[in-house]
């Protein structure tokens, strides 16, 4: 399985600013997804970054809110822009591996004031 | 619609008394049905992929099985480290073009000594 990791674990953001998320996997891979899990909850995907073309947001979701790069085959960023309590959740990054198996990060948790 | 129920919500077991988790799914095609483990505060961990009616999997005190409208995880024996939710998760086949995972809400499972 791919080792994955995000930056930062955890940060505490005020209303109206924007963060942007890291995920770094240890080989190169197709295909990165990047998902929220507000509290209590189960985990809703985001979007889909596949290198090289731009992310496929899912609906409810759109590109202005969350912004996502992907310069490379081991990288993507997430951005959470203009941000409002509503935003607070753990963003998870995962990667697709053999076999179409998805292998998550730690997560990052985030916490709007 | 894609969807996936897991139940029960919550299960409380004694150490030793076995049990099973349910993963019921409405899916247009499944390509593959994932169970993973996800600890507080850690992302989740990926532990089965089922893919075809009547295909089983182990893996220590866990077994996976899955029909063509479920999916069980049957607990044998469990010990406290196996407290955690566990997840259930369906790729369908037609997806837009890449494998997205739709979960389910999670069983919160807790072993007590």
């Known amino acids: 399985s791919a080792v994955i990791s995000q930056k930062p674990s955890r940060d505490i953001c005020q209303r109206g600013t924007s963060l942007t998320i890291q995920c770094q996997v240890d080989s190169q891979v197709t295909m990165m997804f990047w998902y929220r899990q507000q509290p209590g909850q189960s985990l809703t995907l985001i979007a889909t970054a596949n290198q090289g073309s731009e992310a496929t947001y899912e609906s409810g979701f759109v590109i202005d809110k969350f912004p996502i790069s992907r310069p490379n085959l081991t990288f993507s960023t997430l951005t959470v822009s203009n941000m409002s309590p509503e935003d607070s959740s753990i963003y998870l990054c995962?990667?697709?591996?053999?076999?179409?198996?998805?292998?998550f990060g730690p997560g990052t948790r985030l916490t709007v004031l | 619609e894609d969807q996936v129920t897991q139940s029960p919500e919550a299960l409380r077991l004694q150490e030793g008394e076995s049990s099973s988790l349910n993963c019921s799914y409405t899916v247009s095609g499944l390509r593959g049905l994932f169970w993973y483990r996800q600890d507080p505060g850690k992302g989740p961990e990926f532990l089965f992929t089922?893919?075809?009616a009547g295909e089983e999997k182990e893996k220590e005190r866990l077994k996976a099985t899955l029909t063509k409208k479920e999916s069980f995880l049957h607990i044998t024996a469990p010990k406290p480290e196996d407290s955690a939710t566990y997840l259930c998760a369906v790729q369908p086949l037609f997806s837009g073009g890449y494998n997205k995972l739709i979960f389910g809400a999670g069983t919160r499972l807790a072993v007590h000594p």
């Open positions: 995962s990667v697709e591996a053999r076999r179409n198996e998805q292998f």
């Open positions: 089922l893919y075809s």
